[in-house]
Nanobody, 126 residues
Framework: QVQLVESGGGLVQTGGSLRLSCAAS????????MGWFRQAPGKERDFVSA???????????YYADSVKGRFTISRDNAKNTMYLQMNSLNPADTAVYYC????????????????WGQGTQVTVSS
């Protein structure tokens, strides 16, 4: 099993920035991909970004069109932690953000992820 714990959410004004963290523990050697999803009130959970977990990977991360150029995903394998730097936030980014891990290759489908964190709330005020 892999345990994932998100942190870094909060309240920010439009145009502001936040950095989310996802700390992984347990059988992390099973992880091939880590990703971020988000769920706004009354909506389905959507893909945000994903990154290959291996430090040797040369594959570029994936981003949803709605966050390209504003969000940056990264990882620190030594700390077993993934990050999501979010800039130029706007109210449409308000959601619960979930960290997820997959045993498979780089992918965007929610159903392809095996492990999930509990989520962290991000609220962007106008």
């Amino acid at each position: 099993q892999v345990q994932l714990v998100e942190s870094g959410g909060g309240l920010v004004q439009t145009g502001g920035s936040l950095r989310l963290s996802c700390a992984a523990s347990g059988r992390t050697f099973n992880m091939a991909t880590m990703g971020w999803f988000r769920q706004a009130p009354g909506k389905e959970r959507d893909f945000v970004s994903a990154i290959s977990w291996s430090a040797r990977s040369t594959r570029s991360p994936y981003y949803a069109d709605s966050v390209k150029g504003r969000f940056t995903i990264s990882r620190d394998n030594a700390k077993n932690t993934m990050y999501l730097q979010m800039n130029s936030l706007n109210p449409a980014d308000t959601a619960v953000y979930y960290c997820a891990a997959s045993r498979g290759g780089l992918r965007t489908g929610e159903s392809t992820y095996d492990y999930w964190g509990q989520g962290t709330q991000v609220t962007v005020s106008s």
